[in-house]
T-cell receptor, first 112, second 114 residues
């Protein structure tokens, strides 16, 4: 079954404690991206990757890092989380960036 | 810059048709999508349309595109309670016209009353 898997689904953490949200896809897609969803703002792209070792900033990259060492994995790293990063995060993958995107189930992050 | 706008809320009765509207500003938009998000779930692609098309029908779903007015609509015929969800309009451009990304609207919450 084609899937994008994110972990964890829910996370509560404290300000400044580094965390990683993992994302894995089994469709051999080249393009992966991270979005955050906030009320009234829709989804905004944080970072994207067009292939292994190729990443670039999206619309709201401040405070986030990513890496793409393998084609299937695209972790999102918050080196020093702050309360304004409390949000619902989605990972997505697609064969090309402008075609149908498959989304993970989401990770609800709360930073206190 | 690009912008995609939707109304925030729509309420219909079961069995009626629902029409969700979306406007976008990027004239180079090539692909336009409708995604559905049910509570606690990720986004599910419902349908999409290329910018050189005016209409696309897929079972109960009809997508209309007015490229001149940059207006996209999604019509759901015979709306059911299971259609209650948030619907997102999104646009993207072909890779040679800029950064590859989907630009989403803020979502329309559809409430279907029995």
């Amino acid at each position: 079954e084609a899937q994008v898997t994110q972990n964890p689904r829910y996370l509560i953490t404290v300000t400044g404690k580094k965390l990683t949200v993992t994302c894995s896809q089994n469709m051999n897609h080249e393009y992966m991206s991270w979005y955050r969803q906030d009320p009234g703002l829709g989804l905004r792209q944080i970072y994207y990757s067009m292939n292994v070792e190729v990443t670039d900033k999206g619309d709201v990259p401040e405070g986030y890092k990513v890496s793409r060492k393998e084609k299937r994995n695209f972790p999102l790293i918050l080196e020093s989380p702050s309360p304004n990063q409390t949000s619902l995060y989605f990972c997505a993958s697609s064969s090309r960036g402008y075609t149908e995107a498959f989304f993970g189930q989401g990770t609800r992050l709360t930073v206190v | 810059g690009e912008d995609v706008e939707q109304s925030l809320f729509l309420s219909v009765r079961e069995g009626d048709s629902s029409v969700i509207n979306c406007t976008y500003t990027d004239s180079s938009s090539t692909y336009l999508y409708w995604y559905k998000q049910e509570p606690g779930a990720g986004l599910q692609l419902l349908t999409y349309i290329f910018s050189n098309m005016d209409m696309k029908q897929d079972q109960r779903l009809t997508v209309l595109l007015n490229k001149k007015d940059k207006h996209l609509s999604l019509r759901i015929a015979d709306t059911q309670t299971g259609d209650s969800a948030i619907y997102f309009c999104a646009e993207s451009r072909a890779p040679d016209t800029g950064r590859r990304a989907l630009t989403f609207g803020s979502g329309t919450r559809l409430q279907v009353q029995p």
